[in-house]
C-alpha cells in the first residue's frame, strides 16, 4: 500500500471497529456473489465464508454495499440504506439497548468502508 491517510491511520481504523461494544458474527467476504436470494427476494443464504468470528457488523455491510453499488451510488444511497439495514435488525435483536448499538454501528461505516479501501 502506498503511504497514504489509509495507510497511517490502519492499526487506528482496525482498533476502532475490534474494540466495539456490540460484536456480531461476520462473514468476513460478504460480497453480493456469496449469497442465494429466493426469486421473491424475502429468502436469502450466505455462502462461502471466509472468515466466520467476532466482529463489528459494519464490516459485512460496507463490503456488501461496495459489491452492490459504485462508490458515488453508495454514497448517495448510504442513509437510506443504512435505515434499512438498522430497521430489519432491530426487528431480529429486541433484547440489547438498540439505540446505542444503532448510534456505535452508524458511526463506525465510515470507519469499516475505510477499512475495506
Not at 7 to 26: E, G, H, M, Q
Not at 54 to 74: N, P
Not at 80 to 103: M, N
Request: glycine fraction near 6%; hydrophobic fraction near 40%.
Amino acid at each position: 500500500m502506498e503511504d497514504s491517510w489509509l495507510k497511517t491511520n490502519a492499526s487506528r481504523i482496525d482498533s476502532a471497529l475490534n474494540n466495539s461494544t456490540y460484536r456480531t458474527f461476520v462473514h468476513g467476504d460478504a460480497k453480493v456473489a456469496n449469497f442465494c436470494f429466493g426469486q421473491n427476494r424475502s429468502n436469502v443464504a450466505a455462502l462461502d465464508f471466509q472468515y466466520v468470528g467476532g466482529g463489528c457488523g459494519m464490516k459485512d455491510v460496507a463490503y456488501f454495499i461496495s459489491s452492490c453499488l459504485e462508490s458515488d451510488d453508495a454514497a448517495k444511497w448510504e442513509s437510506q440504506l443504512l435505515d434499512t439495514y438498522c430497521k430489519e435488525l432491530k426487528s431480529r435483536v429486541p433484547d440489547v439497548e438498540f439505540r446505542k448499538l444503532e448510534s456505535e454501528w452508524r458511526a463506525l461505516y465510515p470507519v469499516a468502508w475505510a477499512d475495506f479501501v
